[in-house]
Structure formats: C-alpha cells, structure tokens
C-alpha cells in the first residue's frame, strides 16, 4: 500500500465521521508513510508522534486514530498529531496551537 491508498481509504472512513486530514497535504502524506512503517515494524500502525512499546497490548490506546482523538478533536480542532482536525480547524476558524499530551505517564514507561 501506498501513501496515497492509505490516505484514500483513511478519508473515505474518517470525513463521515467529521475527522478531516489536516489540510497540509505533504505533511499528511509523511504521516501516511509513518503510519506505514510503523505497521510494517510493529504489526499494527500506532501513532507517528509518540514511541510504541512493541507489544500491541500496551499500545492500544495509541493505534492510530488514537483513543484520544475525540477529546483532542473536540477541545482544541486537532489531535495531537495535527493528522485529523476539524472543518473548522482547516478552515481557519480555530487557532492551531499545541495540542498538550493526554496519555497519562504510566502508559509512556516501557
């Protein structure tokens, strides 16, 4: 898979959701290719922006889209990443400031 496939079947997905790819298409496509290693390195695509442990189990809650998504999306416009952000984050309705970390410690120590 490519890239652009993964990011074709990730958007097809995700809009109906109301998650839209950040609106920079070549970071997007970078975080497409990260997501693809990380699959290709850990058996499953976790999350570009933060370490994985290796083991699945652990790093449920960072599979990408991550388990903290929703509450990133909904508080500030974007996830952690700045992968998936509102309509009106691309829009420009929304400040893009940082997005603080919302995994708590105990899950990062590995």
Same mark, same amino acid.
């Given at each position: 898979?490519?890239?652009?496939?993964?990011?074709? @079947? !990730?958007?097809?997905?995700? &809009?109906?959701? $109301?998650?839209?790819?950040?609106?920079?298409r070549?970071?997007?496509? *970078?975080?497409?290719? @990260? !997501?693809?290693t990380?699959? &290709?390195?850990? $058996?499953y695509?976790?999350?570009?922006?933060?370490?994985?442990?290796? *083991?699945?189990?652990?790093?449920?809650?960072?599979?990408?889209?991550?388990?903290?998504?929703?509450?990133?999306?909904?508080?500030?416009?974007?996830?952690?990443?700045?992968?998936?952000?509102?309509?009106?984050?691309?829009?420009?309705?929304?400040p893009?400031?940082?997005?603080?970390?919302?995994?708590?410690?105990?899950?990062?120590?590995?």
């Amino acid at each position: 898979m490519t890239p652009r496939e993964l990011y074709d @079947a !990730l958007k097809k997905v995700q &809009e109906p959701k $109301g998650y839209f790819f950040n609106k920079d298409r070549e970071f997007v496509l *970078d975080m497409m290719q @990260a !997501l693809l290693t990380n699959k &290709e390195r850990y $058996g499953y695509m976790n999350c570009p922006c933060r370490l994985a442990s290796g *083991d699945r189990s652990k790093d449920a809650d960072i599979i990408c889209p991550c388990a903290y998504r929703a509450a990133d999306v909904a508080q500030y416009g974007a996830c952690y990443c700045a992968l998936y952000v509102s309509a009106a984050w691309n829009e420009g309705k929304l400040p893009n400031e940082y997005v603080p970390e919302r995994r708590p410690p105990e899950k990062m120590a590995f």
